[in-house]
């Protein structure tokens, strides 16, 4: 479970394909912290590491269905991706409750210098299908991109804006993000248990 802080936006030193899997090795400070076994969410994504290095870097694998789903395929050498380590259930949960299960990808139709932040606009592909499992924005609710938390603002259906602070596209990989830019979404749990609950009456 994560909160979709980011804690580093590190960089990815090798991406090695093996049959469907790609083993992604990545050097980050807090490397040397990490143990075998544990979840990392890379570009929201919940991996699990698999080898330490002695550099400060670690190894993790994605399966072909997290690359079908997200954009870590893409991913290559010299490229930055967020992490965060999971939840601490004695700290604040500053963000929104993020289960580091991508649901899909979305493309940056827009960036836009606002008053000092930075807005992006995202289109999705917003089927009938994964409407019904709540796949969905709301005004001033919460999504995850690339294991970023954020507030929704200007949604219609398949596509949304977010305000980027200063702060948070210095130290994620916000900073690389063009229009073009493939990124992770995670929609909100909560809007899927809905869809859930309600979807025998549709």
Known sequence: ????????????????????????RVKCPFADELTIDQSVAHNGVCLTVVE????????VTAIAETLDRSNLGDLKPGDL???????????????????GH????????????????????FEYNESPELKRKGYVTVEKGSVTVNGVSLTV???????????????????TNF?????GTKVNLEFDILGKYIARMIEPQL
Request: aromatic share 8%; charged share 25%; proline share 3%.
């Open 1 to 24: 479970m994560f909160s979709g802080i980011v804690e580093e936006a590190a960089t990815i030193v090798a991406a090695t394909r093996d049959g469907g899997n790609l083993h992604l």
């Open 52 to 59: 330490l290095h002695d550099d400060s870097s670690y190894t």
């Open 81 to 99: 991706v967020n992490l965060e380590r999971s939840m601490k259930l004695d700290g604040r949960l500053d963000g929104h409750i993020v289960q």
């Open 102 to 121: 991508v649901d899909t990808t979305a493309v940056c139709t827009e960036v836009k210098e606002v008053d000092g932040s930075t807005y992006f606009k």
């Open 153 to 171: 603002c200007d949604s219609e259906p398949g596509s949304f804006r977010v305000a980027i602070i200063p702060y948070t596209f210095e130290h």
């Open 175 to 179: 900073c690389r993000i063009l229009p």
